[in-house]
């Protein structure tokens, strides 16, 4: 019941991802993995990417060696897993049986999360931490941590795992009681936001009544990832526009609502107007959430860096100091 943050090195953002499970049952504890044509044991006990010493050390022979956990998932899973070489820089086969084509990486001494997205050919559903099979393989030895299959498009935060897959569940905010905060008559809702990925559902942030009969929200349209909005009073679509923006980058993203005025910007300019509407009653709005406005669905899946209600529709110079990027 804490909120989860990304840093990315220069800031900080709230973390909304949706349920996912890790299919990968020994998440770091690889001498739990089936080792193939290894002369050297694996070692354990060198400093992982969370700070504690649970990364290890294979050392393989290039042309014969592999190490795997068998059965994980399903040959379409999205997979990943942190590595680093122990010095310099090369190629290895990470995540899949080697000869598919889709798994080689270039490793660094630095720690980099890699992933493997999409069909794979053959190798059935193991779990591939290295396959040193390939002999376009530079490297005989690098360090790893950190393994995990998700039935999903795209990967998400690492999810630990001991002997068992483990589920994180969706992530959903919401305040309620908040009529103070909100002028409902008029204001704007701004958001500097990033998408996850340009797949999957709607995925709204919404001040409402409670109901998705009043309500304004800002959000990711289904499969595309367009950033668009709708204002809904009393039922009835006021004012609406969907871009053909797409934001796994961040966006700083503004919609002003008043009767007879709304506009939507994005990154300092202005993207739609609409000088045509009722807007609600006075002490309407009441709740915001991560989602459609009810509670329901739609959930938010993202990264959030900033989130402000403004009680006063804000100029158009307002509006472009505060979405430029």
């Known amino acids: 019941n804490l909120a989860r943050v990304d840093y990315d090195g220069t800031a ?26 290894f002369v050297a044991p694996i070692e354990s006990g060198y400093l992982a990417p969370d700070g504690t010493n649970s990364a290890y050390k294979v050392t393989g ?40 084509t889709n798994n080689t990486f270039t490793l660094t001494e630095e720690w980099q999360r890699f992933e493997l997205t999409g069909s794979i050919v053959t190798g059935g559903n ?9 002999l376009t393989t530079t490297l005989s030895e690098l360090i790893i941590w950190g393994g995990q299959a998700e039935e999903a498009s795209y990967a998400t935060s690492y999810i630990p795992t001991s002997g068992s897959s483990v589920t994180r569940v969706q992530e959903t905010y919401s305040k309620t009681g908040i009529t103070n905060l909100i002028n409902s008559e008029e204001g ?18 919404t001040l409402s ?18 950033i668009y909005y709708f204002v809904i009073v009393g039922g009835s ?46 002490n309407t ?4 959430q991560m989602n459609e406005g009810d509670g329901s669905g739609f959930e938010f899946h993202g990264k959030v860096k900033q989130l402000q209600v403004f ?8 509006l472009a100091t505060l979405t430029t990027i």
Do not use: C
């Not at 379409?76 to 598919?100: C, D, E, F, H, P």
């Not at 871009?243 to 002003?256: G, N």
């Open 209 to 226: 009544d409670g109901t998705t009969s009043n309500r304004v929200f800002i959000g990711f349209r289904l499969d595309t990832g367009y």
């Open 237 to 282: 679509t006021v004012a609406s526009h969907i871009t053909s923006t797409t934001s796994l980058d961040f966006s700083k993203v503004a919609v002003k609502w008043k009767a007879n005025d709304f506009a939507l910007w994005i990154n300092g300019s202005e993207i739609s107007t609409d000088t045509s509407g009722s807007s609600f009653t006075a």
């Open 311 to 318: 009680k006063t529709a804000l100029t158009d110079t307002e």
């Open 61 to 100: 022979v290039i042309g014969s060696s592999s190490i795997y956990l068998p059965s994980v998932s399903s040959m379409t899973a999205t997979k990943s897993i942190y590595a680093r070489t122990v010095s310099g820089t090369g190629t290895t086969r990470l995540l899949s049986y080697y000869g598919n």
């Open 12 to 37: 900080s953002s709230l973390l909304v991802e949706p349920q996912r499970t890790n299919l990968v049952t020994y998440s770091e504890d690889f001498s739990q993995y089936n080792l193939s044509g």
């Open 188 to 205: 704007v809702l701004f958001l500097e936001m990033a998408a996850l990925s340009n797949s999957g559902n709607y995925r709204l942030i």
């Open 126 to 134: 193991n779990f591939y931490a290295v396959d040193f099979r390939s």
């Open 285 to 288: 709005l009441n709740t915001l």
